[in-house]
């Protein structure tokens, strides 16, 4: 890794030739990311707790998050990769980057005004989002959220930078850029709260923004952007982008509107409730990053191209390759987060004013959050496959009726579970959501080899049930020695590690016995990688299974 970093900055980055390189690239790089994320908590949970403080905190998340999903990610994840993508692969560079200039002179400007009109009326914004809140809270989210929109502009621009090395397929930088934004975070939360209370968090927050974008800069000057303001909005690559980010937006506008519906649920149970759900839902979300995230950001460009191509065949096989590959990863570590969701919460957040309550309530959500990790997962591959094919209304409706029934469930849910009843309706709508999407998608584009898949993901499912079983077992013995070491925190994550590796030692032999093709080909990438052997075809790299 070191000499291929040096090389990188001495001869620049290399396209990445699949979509399992490119994938382990991000995904290495977002275990720094997601590390750093579980520290960043870890710091924000000993110094705060479960309390008002994560509650104000994570409500004034809200609005700007509404800001940034709404216009940039509505932008990019649907619109802006497959346009630009297309242009670079006919060889129109100068039509690309003239696209490129009018959506940052255009998008800038739109997030600089929407942020300072959100400024000023941002006291009664809070007032609805947070009507749970008593006065004193409310004041303090209205602080935070200020500042906090001041985020949503340098993460926009540094949303469209990262648009353009995904479509040149380079993604050291992109994967590099969630690393500096949690620094920022943790810097806020270390340094910046000392000297300027609460308001410091939402400081460390705008500079992990603005590091994000920073980044990422140099490589995309690489690329060839030359930066000239243009408010063009007779460019007909914009109208195209316009045209695929509507519907995109209106899907996220649904999503943003869930978590703001979960924040005003949440202002009304007892203290803490909204740091619990979120501090849950961080943990859960790490493989789900690593895995889900990153094989889905990897196959977009190479997806959108196929399709572009008409080439329907090979982006059926790319896509259930991929899909194999996720579901490989996510089964068995949904399984070892379930068995070790306790060790897991106190190892992280167990520490100085995280008490036993707020560690309970955590890992039961941690629990109910793993049963749909598989789900959280592969949305994003499916979602990027209906905007690959240019197809933004799918997602956007069964977004809509998945949020609604979340809603539904929660208002019933919530009545006699609190918290996590929330926690029940999220993971309940999120396996719908991703079920419609898989059976929407097979009609749209032809056959997956359902066959091939259900004999696969049963393969898994056993493997995974036996390694559930064994690391269960490994728990129970390590926990029960007579001397108590477990309550430390040693203790605790030499029992966790313990069975993790027996759980996962166990999947690996159960699963070799029943030749699931993908763990034969994880094994020999690492023998490959570790051994400093050649290259493996590429045929062998990606074509792993089929569509049969």
Request: hydrophobic share 55%; charged share 15%; net charge positive.
């Amino acid at each position: 890794m070191v000499k291929w970093i040096k090389n990188y900055f001495v001869n620049g980055e290399k396209s990445s030739e699949s979509i399992t390189r490119s994938a382990a690239l991000i995904a290495v790089m977002g275990l720094a990311s997601r590390f750093l994320g579980l520290f960043r908590d870890r710091i924000l949970a000993s110094k705060f707790g479960a309390g008002d403080v994560m509650d104000v905190y994570y409500a004034a998340f809200k609005i700007p998050d509404l800001v940034y999903g709404l216009l940039v990610l509505g932008v990019l994840s649907a619109a802006f990769v497959p346009v630009f993508s297309s242009l670079i692969s006919q060889k129109k560079k100068k039509e690309a980057w003239e696209l490129v200039n009018a959506i940052l002179s255009i998008g800038a400007t739109a997030l600089i005004v929407i942020s300072i009109v959100l400024f000023i009326f941002a006291p009664g914004l809070v007032s609805l989002i947070a009507f749970g809140f008593e006065e004193s809270k409310q004041e303090l989210v209205v602080i935070l959220t200020r500042i906090m929109l001041l985020s949503p502009i340098f993460l926009g621009m540094s949303g469209i930078m990262g648009g353009i090395l995904n479509s040149y397929k380079k993604f050291f930088f992109y994967s590099l850029a969630p690393i500096f934004y949690n620094v920022g975070i943790i810097v806020g939360a270390v340094f910046l709260v000392d000297t300027m209370g609460p308001a410091g968090l939402g400081w460390g927050v705008v500079l992990g923004a603005a590091l994000h974008l920073l980044i990422q800069l140099p490589e995309v000057f690489r690329c060839g952007m030359r930066f000239k303001p243009s408010f063009s909005f007779k460019n007909i690559h914009l109208k195209q982008v316009g045209g695929l980010m509507i519907p995109r937006a209106m899907g996220l506008a649904v999503t943003q509107i869930n978590f703001l519906i979960v924040t005003v649920l949440a202002s009304t149970l007892e203290s803490g409730s909204l740091a619990i759900f979120n501090f849950a839902n961080n943990l859960q979300s790490v493989p789900m990053g690593l895995f889900g995230i990153s094989f889905a950001v990897a196959s977009f460009p190479i997806l959108t191209s196929l399709w572009a191509q008409k080439k329907t065949d090979e982006f059926i096989i790319r896509f259930t390759n991929t899909f194999r590959k996720i579901i490989f990863f996510i089964i068995p570590l949904s399984a070892m987060i379930f068995v070790l969701r306790a060790q897991i919460v106190r190892v992280v957040l167990g520490t100085g004013r995280f008490d036993w309550e707020a560690t309970h309530l955590t890992f039961e959500a941690l629990g109910i959050f793993a049963f749909s990790l598989w789900a959280q997962s592969i949305i994003p591959l499916l979602a990027r496959s209906f905007y690959a094919i240019h197809n933004t209304k799918i997602p956007f409706f069964t977004g809509v009726f998945s949020e609604v029934l979340n809603l539904t469930l929660a208002l019933i849910l919530i009545k006699e579970h609190g918290i996590l009843g929330l926690v029940w309706a999220f993971t309940i709508s999120t396996c719908v959501n991703a079920a419609l999407l898989f059976v929407i998608l097979r009609l749209k584009i032809g056959t997956f080899g359902v066959r091939s898949l259900v004999l696969f993901v049963g393969k898994i499912v056993l493997a995974t049930f036996f390694s559930l079983i064994i690391a269960q077992i490994i728990k129970n013995l390590v926990g029960a020695n007579p001397f108590g070491e477990e309550r430390t925190f040693l203790g605790v994550f030499t029992q966790m590690i313990i069975a993790l590796f027996g759980g996962l030692g166990t999947f690996v032999f159960v699963g070799r016995s029943l030749n699931i093709f993908e763990l034969d080909h994880f094994i020999s990438v690492a023998k490959n990688k570790l051994f400093a052997k050649k290259p493996l075809p590429e045929e062998q790299r990606d074509e792993v299974g089929g569509v049969g």
